[in-house]
């Protein structure tokens, strides 16, 4: 199952204009896996992706793994440790092509973990503890 599993390689999911899983809106992998990296543009232009959740395991983002993915709102790293992260919304060096990340993106961390986060390289984004939206998590998995 998905929790063996330890890296999502690239392009893996990508939507290129639409097809394969450009229509993905959610990807949950189990908190308890052991899931430890996703690597460059895995999730490359899948525009219908909202939420992605990784777990305590994890350890590294590509770079570009969420370029193209403009409607992506949260983010939930079960991880207290910050992952290494890359460049993750823009890989592609073009003037021409830049994804504008969603206005409410927001990484959703362990709650005693937010000062960390916001003292690393997530600090460009805005960081939440996991209790904030702890009711909708626990209500999707009813």
């Known amino acids: 199952g998905s929790k063996n599993l330890i890296a999502i390689n690239s392009l893996t999911f990508a939507g290129r204009d639409g097809h394969s899983m450009g229509n993905l809106e959610k990807v949950e992998f189990p908190k308890d896996g052991n899931l ?16 992605v959740i990784v777990p305590y ?4 983002f590509g770079n ?4 193209g993915c403009g409607n ?10 910050p992952p290494s992260i890359g460049d993750i919304f823009n890989h592609t060096p073009s003037e021409y092509w830049q994804t504008k990340v969603h206005s409410s993106f927001s990484v959703y961390v362990p709650d ?5 986060y916001q003292q690393s390289a997530w600090a460009q984004f805005s ?3 996991i209790s904030s939206i702890e009711h909708i998590l626990k209500e999707e998995n009813d």
């Not at 395991?57 to 590294?60: D, H, T």
């Not at 570009?64 to 370029?67: D, Q, R, S, Y």
């Not at 005693?112 to 960390?116: F, G, N, P, S």
């Open 36 to 51: 430890k990296r996703i690597d460059d543009m895995a999730f490359f232009k899948c525009n219908n992706l909202s939420t």
């Open 57 to 60: 395991s994890f350890e590294s």
């Open 64 to 67: 570009g793994i969420f370029e």
């Open 72 to 81: 992506l709102t949260t983010l939930v790293i079960y991880n207290p440790t």
């Open 112 to 116: 005693d973990a937010v000062e960390t």
């Open 127 to 129: 960081i939440k503890p």
